[in-house]
């Protein structure tokens, strides 16, 4: 399908014009995105945890130490909510209450399962790394089976999503168009700097064509 069916839980309620459940529109954002908070019930005690995240077809990632709390419970069939949001701007009104951010955000619901293949899990890894810096996975040494048994990771299928997204400028009341104080917005981005070489790195080791420049996903 190419749009979620909003339930009770994933439906927008607050500002409904700026959500989507477009299928596209949240993989847009999940992807763009290079951190996610998952949240979770430990106990009796909520929880949220910003990890890395990745999406391959319907299915979004996150990985940890095979230790971390969050992948042990996670693993047992505990409901979860992931969340991604990217800042595009600061928006400034003409009274304090109409202040704003411009922004990206998608939250997806689901149950997650621990990724126990070894095969699945190398491939998943590869993933990660190839989606950041493509090729690089095929340029590094082979995983140790210490790192490989170290580290979780952790699936859930994409069942249940929204976004929400404001753009544009302030909305400020009919009255107060009129006040002299400066309102616009202050575009916010990610952005990558001039890649610093390690101070261990051999001399003769150059910088990868594909580093040259680096750009974000997208």
């Not at 699945?120 to 095929?138: C, H, T, V």
Request: hydrophobic share 45%; net charge neutral; charged share 20%.
């Amino acid at each position: 399908m190419d749009t979620f069916s909003p339930t009770p839980i994933s439906k927008i309620k607050r500002h409904p014009e700026r959500g989507s459940y477009d299928r596209a529109a949240v993989y847009a954002i999940l992807d763009a995105g290079l951190v996610c908070h998952v949240g979770y019930a430990l106990g009796d005690q909520p929880v949220v945890t910003p990890t890395i995240h990745w999406r391959e077809g319907d299915t979004l990632y996150w990985h940890g130490s095979a230790a971390s709390r969050m992948l042990e419970t996670l693993a047992t069939g505990v409901k979860a909510c992931v969340t991604v949001t990217i800042v595009d701007g600061l928006v400034l009104a003409r009274s304090a209450f109409t202040h704003s951010m411009n922004y990206r955000s998608a939250m997806v619901f689901g149950t997650a399962r621990l990724v126990e293949g070894r095969a699945e899990k190398l491939a998943a890894l590869e993933y990660l790394i190839d989606r950041l810096y493509p090729g690089r996975w095929a340029t590094l040494r082979a995983p140790h089976e210490k790192e490989i048994k170290a580290t979780a990771v952790i699936a859930m299928p994409i069942a249940e999503a929204s976004a929400k997204v404001r753009s544009g400028p302030p909305l400020d009341a009919a009255d107060d168009i009129s006040a002299k104080v400066w309102a616009g917005v202050i575009p916010l981005a990610l952005a990558p700097g001039a890649p610093v070489p390690d101070p261990k790195l051999d001399a003769s080791t150059s910088l990868p064509d594909a580093l040259t420049p680096f750009a974000l996903p997208r």
